[in-house]
């Protein structure tokens, strides 16, 4: 691995590291003292959930770049590693999802699939 190649890795970590950690303490937090949130399903639980969950797994699509980066580095492009590591991303995606929003965010759904369909159609 070159050190541009590790430039560009250790700069997504760093920002996916920060990019939850302060919105989560500076933004979202802060958001979620307002008392004028959308109310959907009742309440603006659903809405929290959703914002929350949102805002990580832009923070886990970047480590998942930092991994296909990592991985088109090798001195061999292997598809089934990087088609790997597209899948285990959507499958936090997939969990974070499902569980953040009790199931409700159907977007879980979509995850799954995508998470599926790239393991067994690309990997094997």
């Not at 890795?9 to 008392?35: K, M, N, P, T, W």
């Not at 990087?82 to 969990?95: C, D, Q, R, S």
Request: charged share 10%; proline share 2%; hydrophobic share 60%.
């Amino acid at each position: 691995m070159n050190y541009l190649v590790l430039i560009a890795v250790i700069l997504l970590v760093c920002l996916a590291a920060a990019h939850s950690y302060l919105g989560e303490r500076y933004i979202l937090q802060r958001l979620f003292r307002r008392d004028n949130l959308p109310k959907l399903f009742g309440n603006d639980d659903f809405t929290k959930r959703t914002l929350r969950f949102a805002w990580h797994v832009t923070s886990i699509a970047w480590l998942g770049f930092a991994g296909v980066i990592i991985a088109l580095s090798l001195p061999t492009v292997n598809v089934s590693l990087i088609a790997t590591i597209i899948a285990i991303t959507f499958l936090i995606h997939f969990v974070i999802a499902l569980v953040g929003s009790k199931g409700k965010h159907l977007s879980w759904i979509a995850f799954l699939i995508v998470t599926l369909a790239v393991y067994f159609g690309v990997s094997h």
